[in-house]
């Protein structure tokens, strides 16, 4: 594994292997590995040739009160862990070399990003849309994995895709969760010994919800009200919101219908951390 920290350089060494007709596959990532983006490495390799895995904090995605300063990185770790899963590339620049002379270009997607963390988290999609686009450039890849754990930002990656015509093929890959049930993350670290213990129920109220739509619930108000009366015994939670919308266009319908598809998004603040999760089901 290489690791390069330039543009111009991560530009070169792409171009060349696209001579030899190599597919390059990314894995855009903020770092501080666990098996969540190891297991996006390992999937890459059967997308194509040449797998890139990026890691860069973005700081454009973060808003003023959240947690850039304090996102736990080690790069050591990450160069090692990274290595273990036999990618070919480590992008790692730097802040500077990202956003030159600060920026004067953002890139805005207005669909998808008018609810849920679009809402609570002003400005994050801009920053991220901003962030993939740039690392699509320097990385040229024909296909990228993005994870199902930030369900939101998948969509709106898709729809950047499609409307500034990136020849790319966005992958989404499963959420892998702890033992018990907790979704990796990188602000996992941050939990406290009891907020740990307490953090997998956010995945036991997502099982309920499911469960009910699997029983024939279809009420959109009445699934959301399990999930939460559920995360509701548990006063360290504080709810940031739960909602059961459509997985496709993201439509909050007052009753779903047989066949749709739909995904149940958690976030909840357990002390200062906020975390997110989410679960797909179709209607029966
Ligand atoms: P992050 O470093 O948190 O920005 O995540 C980088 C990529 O890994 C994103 O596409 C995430 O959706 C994905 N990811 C994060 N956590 C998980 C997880 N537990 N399972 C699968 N993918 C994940």
């Known amino acids: ?13 792409v171009d060349t292997h696209k001579k030899n007709g190599d597919r390059i596959v990314c894995v855009p990532t903020m770092g501080y590995f666990h098996e969540g983006h190891l297991s996006l490495m390992r999937i890459a390799r059967d997308y194509g040739d040449i797998v890139i ?4 904090v973005n700081p454009t995605q973060f808003g003023p009160n959240e947690d850039y300063q304090r996102y736990p990185r080690n790069f050591q770790r990450d160069v090692e862990l990274a290595s273990s899963v036999n990618i070919d590339y480590l992008f790692s620049p730097s802040v500077e070399e990202m956003y030159p002379d600060n920026y004067h270009t953002k890139i805005t997607v207005s ?3 008018d609810k849920l963390e679009g ?4 400005g994050h999609f ?20 993005f994870g199902q754990k930030d369900y939101q930002q998948v969509l709106v990656v898709k729809q950047l895709v499609k409307d500034l015509l990136y020849d790319i093929n966005i992958v989404v890959a ?5 033992p018990d ?3 990796m993350s990188s602000r996992n670290v941050y939990l406290s010994q009891e907020e740990r213990n307490i953090a997998p ?31 509701r015994k548990f006063p360290q939670f504080f709810v940031d919101y739960v909602s059961a919308v459509n997985a496709e266009d993201f439509s909050e319908p007052n009753e779903f219908h047989s066949g749709d598809k739909i995904v149940i998004l958690v976030a909840v603040f357990l002390g200062k951390t906020r975390l997110i999760d989410n679960m797909i089901t179709t209607v029966p």
């Open 1 to 13: 594994m290489k690791i390069v920290n330039t543009v111009k350089e991560m530009q070169k060494i």
């Open 53 to 56: 895995t990026t890691l860069f």
């Open 111 to 113: 669909k998808f990003t």
């Open 119 to 122: 809402v609570k988290r002003p």
């Open 126 to 145: 801009d920053g991220v849309a901003t962030i993939v686009a740039k690392l699509f450039n320097a990385t040229k890849p024909e296909v990228a994995i």
């Open 174 to 178: 499963p959420i892998v969760r702890e």
């Open 181 to 183: 049930g907790l979704a």
């Open 201 to 231: 129920e956010i995945f036991r109220a997502l099982n309920l919800g499911i469960e009910a739509v699997q029983k024939g619930e279809k009420r959109r108000k009445i699934i959301n009200s399990i999930v939460i009366e559920h995360l």
